[in-house]
Nanobody, 120 residues
Framework: QVQLVESGGGLVQAGGSLRLSCAASGTIRSINAMGWYRQAPGKQRALVATITSAGSTNYVDSVKDRFTISRDNAKNTVYLQMNSLRFEDTAVYYC??????????????WGQGTQVTVSS
């Protein structure tokens, strides 16, 4: 059994910052890529940023130079530092992780989501 638990969402004014965290727990052999996705009202869930186990990162163009994804492998945790937040960043943010739970079992797991609301 694996769980991803997010924290750090909330209400912030435009131009402000928030830091999201997502901790994985349970039967974990190793964690490969981890990532953050978001879903705005009336829209599909979309990629925000990903990070490999080696630390290579990838961002959607709209958040480049504003958001930073990082991870602490010892804590099985991924972070998303969000600066210069804009109204259009308002969404439910979900973390995802590609987790190996045994020699033959590997799945994508998702957190429950955390709301980020940016007031203009």
């Amino acid at each position: 059994q694996v769980q991803l638990v997010e924290s750090g969402g909330g209400l912030v004014q435009a131009g402000g910052s928030l830091r999201l965290s997502c901790a994985a727990s349970g039967t974990i052999r190793s964690i490969n890529a981890m990532g953050w996705y978001r879903q705005a009202p009336g829209k599909q869930r979309a990629l925000v940023a990903t990070i490999t186990s080696a630390g290579s990162t990838n961002y959607v163009d709209s958040v480049k130079d504003r958001f930073t994804i990082s991870r602490d492998n010892a804590k099985n945790t991924v972070y998303l530092q969000m600066n210069s937040l804009r109204f259009e960043d308002t969404a439910v943010y979900y973390c995802s992780a590609d987790i190996q739970t045994s020699e033959i079992s590997r799945h994508d797991y998702w957190g429950q989501g955390t709301q980020v609301t940016v007031s203009s």
